[in-house]
């Protein structure tokens, strides 16, 4: 007799409850992170952010909120803010951070470049203490997806080596991550570049028809015409 075995459909949508807070367990690196940017005065990150209670407008991103995202998404080697966008629709501590909403890439980005060396200069000093204090892992993804873990020199046990041993760790992950993107931002110029390209190449080829059948209509006008030669 032929063996039966149970079926599967995956051609189905299910509606079923989730809690948000169990997406990550406790002492998951996005809570860390949560909670030590917390207990620091981040002031200087939204002493320009004008939308206010009572007023009209689109209310404003929470600092604190943008800085955790992109710590955690660097922390795990994702410098990319359309990567950041893409994985905030699954990636479970980017849904708790952000409560299942999706951060557009142009606020993350934008976020990022106004703050400049003070928003990078936060960032290698939370990376590296979380990190010493085991509180985060840092790693780099190579040009094949691989994921690599960024160690420290276990031999070092006095606090202000450990520390300024994490720090430069933070520092050089942060610079890795920074290389990775400029590539990214390189291809994305080179894509533009290909594309305004094509599309110039287009319109060139459509004037040239243009040109060529403007030529052709007065040589049959030419024609037409008596005592007009060719």
Same mark, same amino acid.
């Given at each position: 007799?032929?063996?039966?075995?149970?079926?599967?459909?995956?051609?189905?949508?299910?509606?079923?409850?989730?809690?948000?807070e169990?997406?990550?367990?406790?002492?998951?690196?996005?809570?860390?992170?949560?909670?030590?940017?917390?207990?620091?005065?981040?002031?200087?990150?939204?002493?320009?952010?004008?939308?206010?209670e009572?007023?009209?407008?689109?209310?404003?991103?929470e600092?604190?909120?943008?800085?955790?995202?992109?710590?955690?998404?660097?922390?795990?080697?994702?410098?990319?803010?359309?990567?950041?966008?893409?994985?905030?629709?699954?990636?479970?501590?980017?849904?708790?951070?952000?409560?299942?909403?999706v951060?557009?890439?142009?606020?993350?980005s934008?976020?990022?470049?106004?703050?400049?060396?003070?928003?990078?200069?936060?960032?290698?000093?939370?990376?590296?203490?979380?990190?010493?204090?085991?509180?985060?892992?840092?790693?780099?993804?190579?040009?094949?997806?691989?994921?690599?873990?960024?160690?420290?020199? !276990?031999?070092?046990?006095?606090?202000?080596?450990?520390?300024?041993?994490?720090?430069?760790?933070?520092?050089?992950?942060?610079?890795?991550?920074?290389?990775?993107?400029?590539?990214?931002? !390189?291809g994305?110029?080179?894509?533009?570049?290909?594309?305004?390209?094509?599309?110039?190449?287009?319109?060139?080829?459509?004037?040239?028809?243009?040109?060529?059948?403007?030529?052709?209509?007065?040589?049959?006008?030419?024609k037409?015409?008596?005592?007009?030669?060719?």
């Open positions: 007799m032929p063996q039966v075995f149970e079926a599967i459909n995956r051609n189905q949508v299910v509606l079923a409850p989730l809690d948000v169990k997406l990550i367990p406790a002492g998951h690196p996005a809570r860390n992170l949560w909670e030590f940017l917390g207990k620091l005065d981040l002031s200087r990150f939204s002493a320009e952010i004008k939308s206010v009572w007023n009209a407008g689109r209310n404003a991103w600092p604190r909120l943008l800085i955790a995202i992109w710590l955690h998404a660097y922390s795990r080697g994702i410098s990319s803010a359309h990567e950041i966008e893409r994985k905030c629709s699954y990636e479970p501590g980017l849904r708790w951070l952000t409560g299942l909403r951060i557009n890439h142009h606020t993350l934008d976020f990022r470049v106004k703050h400049g060396e003070s928003f990078q200069e936060l960032f290698i000093q939370v990376l590296g203490i979380l990190t010493m204090e085991k509180l985060i892992t840092l790693k780099r993804v190579t040009v094949d997806g691989t994921k690599v873990r960024a160690c420290a020199n !276990k031999k070092s046990f006095k606090r202000a080596d450990r520390i300024r041993e994490h720090l430069g760790l933070a520092r050089n992950h942060q610079k890795h991550l920074q290389e990775q993107q400029a590539e990214e931002e !390189k994305g110029r080179q894509e533009a570049a290909q594309e305004r390209g094509a599309l110039e190449r287009v319109q060139r080829l459509e004037s040239a028809l243009k040109e060529v059948e403007r030529l052709q209509e007065a040589k049959k006008c030419n037409t015409m008596p005592g007009v030669d060719n």
